[in-house]
């Protein structure tokens, strides 16, 4: 497809010069007019054999940067992006050269070759939620929304600075859940890997030692028959104790993840099972209060931010007291009797929000709400961490202390038997 140069004029009246990659010069003219522009000069390029043969190489190059690359882009990274892009467009670099200038910075080359491919979608006149939009395993729709709502009301770098602060808040409480849930997992972890190495090399050695010991008619006590019993069965099964837990794993992840009844039946117990269940819940409020204020301030309509909130939701409960929201929306009632009928917002939510539905501050009521729930969010993690310490650590001195009385009962039995 041919190359055209233009220099055009912007509504302020500033130059503006660059390439379009089209089939023909009025359709380059076109593609100016459609960016705002008015095209003062718009000539086809015309490369000598050896500027084509150096311009299709480092074309080659970008996409085999791309393929090549690990096809990830982390949350951390997308926040970075869109903090800094934020920050050029308010500091007034145009997007293209912003785009341009945080393609250069970017150390992920997948993700580098994203923002290069989305910097040509708008250099060929296409809006920039729109060449967002092309890449919805990174940016989703919630993130594509807001950027269109900033383009539309003529702040986009209002709009990424709280898409930015949003994704921030998010990560944050989600590494303060995985940081709550590595302990107890770490402990057990630990737990089955010593158990596995007792029952399997340990408990064989002491049933030869007790064998040897034991006179005729002498009988090992029940407990630590019945130990010897389960090391025996995970030594002579090792494969099949494994390929069952690992068997048990995954179905256990297909039923919850491709049955609705699974995953109805999973989220409701995440919501009501003891000492998570709470934690669960608030994250839940945390982030649905997040997400849609912060939707609406950015200008998307309502109906629109309940669908997003909607599919960003993460529990299948939450997901239908949304869309019970949605329906009374839509038949122009409040928000508030969908969400106090749904059980999952306590009494201090449904109010607050009835608060800020009546006053007209429902956008700025519902970041309160998050930043409230966010916080006994923290509380809630610190305290169950200083709980499940305890716990863990009781649960595997008893796991371990049983196997070592189990072995031991013979021992003082026949000490006594001495004694006497």
């Known amino acids: 497809m041919p190359l055209f140069s233009y220099i055009a004029i912007d509504k302020e009246g500033k130059q503006k010069e660059g390439t379009l990659e089209v089939s023909s010069q009025n359709e380059a003219i076109s593609r100016i007019k459609e960016m705002g522009f008015y095209p003062t000069q718009v000539a086809e390029v015309k490369d000598t054999p050896e500027e084509a043969k150096k ?7 970008k996409k085999g940067e791309i393929s090549l690359a690990l096809p990830t882009v982390s949350t951390k990274e997308l926040c970075t992006f869109t903090r800094q892009l934020a920050v050029l467009i308010d500091a007034g670099l145009p997007l293209m050269r912003g785009m341009s200038t945080l393609a250069k910075s970017m150390p992920n080359p997948y993700f580098k070759g994203i923002i290069q491919d989305i910097g040509d979608t708008i250099g060929g006149g296409s809006t920039f939620s729109e060449s967002l939009a092309k890449h919805p395993k990174i940016f989703d729709k919630l993130y594509v929304n807001m950027v269109k709502a ?16 949003f994704q921030e808040k998010a990560e944050s409480i989600k590494g303060k859940v995985k940081s709550a849930m590595f302990y107890p997992v770490a402990v057990m972890v630990v737990a089955t890997i010593i158990v596995g190495v007792l029952m399997t090399f340990v408990i064989p050695k002491f049933k030869a030692i007790f064998a040897d010991m034991l006179g005729e008619g ?31 794993f995954v179905v256990f992840k297909l039923i919850i993840n491709k049955t609705k009844f699974g995953r109805f039946v999973w989220d409701k117990f995440l919501l009501i099972m003891p000492a998570l269940g709470p934690l669960v819940k608030k994250v839940a409020i945390a982030r649905f209060s997040r997400t849609l204020g912060t939707l609406i301030s950015s200008g998307v309509p309502i109906l629109q931010a309940l669908n997003i909130v909607k599919e960003t939701a993460g529990n299948v409960h939450l997901t239908i007291a949304i869309e019970k929201v949605y329906d009374a929306v839509k038949e122009g009632e409040t928000i508030v009797k969908p969400l106090e009928g749904s059980g999952i917002f306590p009494p201090m939510v449904v109010s607050m929000i009835d608060i800020g539905e009546e006053t007209g501050a429902l956008p700025e009521m519902l970041v309160k709400v998050a930043d409230v729930y966010e916080e006994e969010v923290d509380n809630a993690v610190s305290a169950l961490t200083s709980l499940l310490e305890p716990v863990m650590i009781v649960f595997l001195a008893v796991i371990v202390g049983s196997i070592v009385i189990a072995m031991f009962l013979p021992l003082i039995a026949m000490m006594d038997k001495l004694g006497s």
């Open 150 to 165: 900033g383009e539309i009301g003529g702040v986009l770098e209002i709009a990424l600075n709280r898409l930015a602060e």
């Open 218 to 248: 002498e009988q090992l006590p029940g407990f630590t028959l019945l130990v010897l019993a389960i090391s025996d069965a995970i030594k002579n099964n090792v494969l099949a104790v494994i390929g069952g837990a690992v068997a048990f």
């Open 55 to 61: 311009r299709k190489a480092q074309k080659g190059k």
